[in-house]
Nanobody
Framework: EVRLVESGGDLVQSGGSLTLSCAGS????????IGWFRQAPGKERKRLSC????????YSEDSVKGRFTITKDNAKNTVYLQMNSLTPEDTALYSC???????????????WGQGTQVTVSS
């Protein structure tokens, strides 16, 4: 059973920090590209970051570059998203997904977590 479970979402004040976790089970997160995505109400889901053995780390949104950091702990089979200097515009449902096709998280995202809510207040 392949599963991804996100955790760490919370209500945080503007300027604060938060670390999200994406725990894999039934597979090794090192075997696939793992991406972080977010979706705000009424908006399209956006790819934020991706980590893979082949390409390392990549960031897709200019607004998060320099503020968000994606890391991976293979021993814990978990991918993390460290988020700093949060603003209300970062409020969204954050999800992780495994790409079984490509190394840049733009391929077939076969496995998704349920998401974790991040709400940033002013």
């Amino acid at each position: 059973e392949v599963r991804l479970v996100e955790s760490g979402g919370d209500l945080v004040q503007s300027g604060g920090s938060l670390t999200l976790s994406c725990a894999g089970s039934g597979f090794s997160v090192d075997d696939y590209a793992i991406g972080w995505f977010r979706q705000a109400p009424g908006k399209e889901r956006k790819r934020l970051s991706c980590i893979s053995r082949a390409l390392g780390t990549r960031y897709s949104e200019d607004s998060v570059k320099g503020r968000f950091t994606i890391t991976k702990d293979n021993a814990k089979n978990t991918v993390y998203l460290q988020m700093n200097s949060l603003t209300p515009e970062d409020t969204a449902l954050y999800s992780c997904a495994a790409d079984i096709e490509r190394s840049d998280c733009t391929g077939t995202l076969s496995y998704w977590g349920q998401g974790t809510q991040v709400t940033v207040s002013s």
